[in-house]
């Protein structure tokens, strides 16, 4: 039979006319595969990193398997060398040297490791009721209700007074035991249940059940708060001021599993912005000779604002950038001013269930592939880079030369809400930026949704980059 001919509306539709395809109108069965297995190796590091301080751990050793090494300021670096430098544990650069001269400036990928989640307060450990609990102090935006009834693991570190370090996991072996926040049963929640969403659950009462037996018969009172003490000391050898220096935090105890009958999605814990620290990572560890500088960030207290000196805020990525150009007798402004920066970062997906909080043509959808954000913030468009023309091009020819897919979206419906990345810090810098990322159903949730296939045509997306 003849192929049908195309009428001339078709024809001219097709020329002119923008429409992005599923992931299952373009790919083939070998190429479904290509993400499945890569993402395989993503579940796995999300399961091992979920403090910014495990990851940095985990990107490390990667690195070095990989040619990487400490950077020293002191050296004069020659094309093809790798080095990395580590900020305080929770923050990485890595760099792969260019063949091209580093005044021509360098390409930056800058995602984040830190995550929503729990933390325990200075002094958290206290007994009421013949129960022991921790106090906690939530980090980053989230829905306070998601906490309650789960179960949580204990990640963090403590500095003791004697100035040893101890890390500290709980709760993520099998056979190890977890933490909860106990929520109201709905028999006696009648005026719970009428208090605002924001309310529903105070802050306050984001206490995490720890222990409820009591050290053996005694006079002493709070003895069930000194029998967790005891097993923690006999553990970790701390005492209770030792939690005066230490950062602890509750994260979900659960694995990251595939989701759906077709496991074309991944739930897990801490995909914002994991899911961009790890393609970017793998994507950095594959291009051993690029052409340019090719530096990759994985940085901390993005969901807090980026400030603190782990955060993309303080002056660490400016400072590395001096010291890698001054041995060249190049001043850091020139290369910084010569550099391009894709802000990794993850973006709402269109929800079906909440579509009214989406714009349908300027949303991102799962399965569309890595998405392209011009510009986040809020409102007027305040607090936000917003990529130029140009930048934006550059970007466009890139992807499609690549073949990567690729869709643009906008964090849902103007004046419903809003939100940044760490783009307009790097910005700062004179560089041109743009955010660039994976969507993402049920975004700081404790259990966060992705589709394989954007993960991995956003690792598709930094290869093409780096080159
Ligand atoms: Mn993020
Ligand atoms: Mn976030």
């Given at each position: 039979m003849a192929e049908k001919k195309k009428t001339?509306?078709?024809?001219?539709?097709?020329?002119?006319?923008?429409?992005?395809?599923?992931?299952?109108?373009?790919?083939?069965?070998?190429?479904?595969?290509?993400?499945?297995?890569?993402?395989?190796?993503?579940?796995?590091?999300?399961?091992?990193?979920?403090?910014?301080?495990?990851?940095?751990?985990?990107?490390?050793?990667?690195?070095?398997?990989?040619?990487?090494?400490?950077?020293?300021?002191?050296?004069?670096?020659?094309?093809?060398?790798?080095?990395?430098?580590?900020?305080?544990?929770?923050?990485?650069?890595?760099?792969?040297?260019?063949?091209?001269?580093?005044?021509?400036?360098?390409?930056?990928?800058?995602?984040?490791?830190?995550?929503?989640?729990?933390?325990?307060?200075?002094?958290?450990?206290?007994?009421?009721?013949?129960?022991?609990?921790?106090?906690?102090?939530y980090y980053g935006g989230i829905k306070k209700y998601q906490w309650t009834a789960i179960p949580l693991a204990l990640h963090g570190v403590v500095v003791r007074a004697d100035g040893e370090k101890v890390s500290v996991i709980i709760g993520e072996d099998e056979g190890d035991p977890v933490f909860t926040v106990s929520d109201l049963l709905p028999h006696l929640a009648a005026e719970q249940m009428q208090r605002k969403a924001t309310d529903l659950i105070k802050g306050?009462?984001?206490?995490?059940?720890?222990?409820?037996?009591?050290?053996?018969?005694?006079?002493?009172?709070?003895?069930?708060?000194?029998?967790?003490?005891?097993?923690?000391?006999?553990?970790?050898?701390?005492?209770?001021?030792?939690?005066?220096?230490?950062?602890?935090?509750?994260?979900?105890?659960?694995?990251?599993?595939?989701?759906?009958?077709?496991?074309?999605?991944?739930?897990?814990?801490?995909?914002?912005?994991?899911v961009c620290a790890?393609?970017?990572?793998?994507?950095?560890?594959?291009?051993?000779?690029?052409?340019?500088?090719?530096?990759?960030?994985?940085?901390?207290?993005?969901?807090?604002?980026?400030?603190?000196?782990?955060?993309?805020?303080?002056?660490?990525?400016?400072?590395?950038?001096?010291?890698?150009?001054?041995?060249?007798?190049?001043?850091?402004r020139t290369v910084l001013s010569n550099s391009s920066c894709l802000s990794a970062d993850v973006n709402a997906a269109y929800d079906p269930t909440y579509s009214e909080v989406y714009e349908r043509n300027n949303s991102a959808y799962v399965n569309y592939g890595v998405v392209v954000t011009k510009y986040t913030g809020a409102r007027g468009k305040s607090s936000t880079n917003d990529a130029s023309a140009e930048f934006m091009g550059k970007v466009r020819s890139m992807l499609d030369d690549a073949g990567v897919q690729w869709q643009t979206g906008e964090l849902g419906k103007v004046d419903a809400g809003g939100g940044g990345t760490v783009a307009m810090y790097v910005a700062a810098y004179n560089v041109d930026v743009v955010d660039i990322g994976v969507p993402v159903l049920s975004m700081h949730a404790p259990f966060e949704v992705v589709a394989k296939n954007d993960v991995y045509q956003t690792y598709l997306a930094f290869d093409a980059y780096n080159k």
């Open positions: 001339e509306a078709q024809l001219l539709k097709e020329k002119l006319c923008y429409s992005p395809k599923n992931a299952g109108e373009r790919f083939s069965d070998s190429e479904w595969e290509k993400a499945d297995l890569f993402c395989e190796g993503y579940k796995k590091f999300l399961d091992m990193a979920k403090t910014e301080r495990e990851a940095v751990e985990i990107a490390i050793s990667m690195a070095r398997e990989n040619g990487f090494k400490a950077f020293d300021p002191t050296v004069k670096y020659k094309a093809g060398d790798r080095v990395f430098l580590n900020n305080r544990g929770k923050a990485l650069i890595l760099c792969t040297v260019g063949t091209e001269p580093i005044e021509k400036g360098v390409k930056i990928v800058a995602s984040h490791i830190d995550s929503p989640r729990l933390d325990l307060k200075p002094r958290p450990l206290y007994e009421e009721a013949q129960l022991a609990l921790f106090k906690t102090h306050e009462a984001l206490n995490v059940l720890v222990g409820g037996r009591m050290f053996k018969d005694d006079k002493e009172s709070e003895r069930v708060k000194l029998a967790v003490l005891q097993l923690l000391n006999e553990k970790y050898g701390i005492i209770e001021a030792d939690f005066l220096s230490a950062e602890l935090t509750m994260v979900p105890a659960f694995k990251a599993a595939d989701v759906g009958l077709d496991r074309s999605f991944i739930g897990a814990y801490g995909h914002d912005d994991r790890y393609t970017s990572l793998m994507a950095a560890l594959k291009n051993k000779k690029p052409s340019t500088t090719v530096v990759t960030i994985l940085s901390d207290k993005e969901e807090t604002g980026s400030e603190g000196n782990s955060g993309l805020q303080s002056k660490y990525l400016q400072y590395f950038i001096e010291d890698l150009a001054a041995p060249h007798g190049i001043a850091g």
